[in-house]
């Protein structure tokens, strides 16, 4: 079975940089990937969603990139602000197997 | 127009004591997902139900655990002779695909369920 794994710790950044969140899964591609965001105490919200066949997908101040070489998602957020401190999850297949999510946290 | 509603918001209940949770899917959506998340831990999947197809319960921890869904819309998870282990968030999901054409998943607020 798939096997998604995301970094633990969490990431602190300054206002204005931006965040880069990984996302590597452990067998095979997966048709597509999905990013959400899910804040304490809410259900998780979907960000964006890249399929196999796509390297790169924006929406606003949101990437996401899929290597299916490395096997591997990153998500990036530019121009980051402390609203969008938040836990991040990256998920796989129909019924949606999570990572663990990685807590963002930026600072003004 | 409404999202996915869960009932109830939380839950406290006492071992041994079975519980029923239920979620409201957005109209329209032909599959509906439970999943468990327990404290530090991301997402697990319980159960999938996709129109009328028999279904996806592979991730079910035990045979305490049940659900169904009636009419294609609100379904209910049973939690029978609850365990301390089962205290956890759970999030029902809605999408209007199934299988290959699965787009998003809209998640509801979740459940909080402690047991004693």
């Known amino acids: 079975s798939q096997k998604i794994e995301q970094n633990s710790e969490a990431l602190n950044i300054q206002e204005g940089k931006t965040a880069t969140l990984t996302c590597n899964y452990t067998n095979y591609s997966p048709a597509y990937l999905q990013w959400y965001r899910q804040d304490p105490g809410r259900g998780p919200v979907f960000l964006l969603l890249i399929r196999e066949n796509e390297k790169e997908k924006r929406k606003e101040r949101l990437k996401v990139t899929f290597d299916t070489t490395l096997k591997q998602s990153l998500f990036h957020i530019t121009a980051s602000q402390p609203a969008d401190s938040a836990t991040y999850l990256c998920?796989?297949?129909?019924?949606?197997?999570f990572g663990k999510g990685t807590m963002l946290l930026v600072s003004p | 127009g409404a999202g996915v509603s869960q009932s109830p918001s939380n839950k406290v209940t006492e071992k041994g004591k079975d519980v029923e949770l239920r979620c409201d899917p957005i109209?329209?959506?032909?599959?509906l997902y439970w999943y468990r998340q327990s404290l530090g831990q991301g997402l697990e999947f319980l159960i999938y139900f996709q129109g009328n197809s028999a279904p996806d319960k592979s991730g079910l921890p035990s045979d305490r655990f049940s659900a169904e869904r009636t009419g294609g819309s609100v379904s209910t998870l049973t939690i029978q002779r609850t365990q301390q282990e089962d205290s956890a968030v759970y999030l029902c999901?809605?999408?209007?695909?199934?299988?290959?054409?699965?787009?998003?998943?809209?998640f509801g607020p979740g459940t909080r369920l402690l047991v004693l």
């Open positions: 998920a796989v297949e129909s019924t949606l197997t």
């Open positions: 999901a809605s999408d209007k695909w199934g299988q290959e054409f699965q787009e998003t998943q809209y």
């Open positions: 109209s329209g959506h032909t599959a």
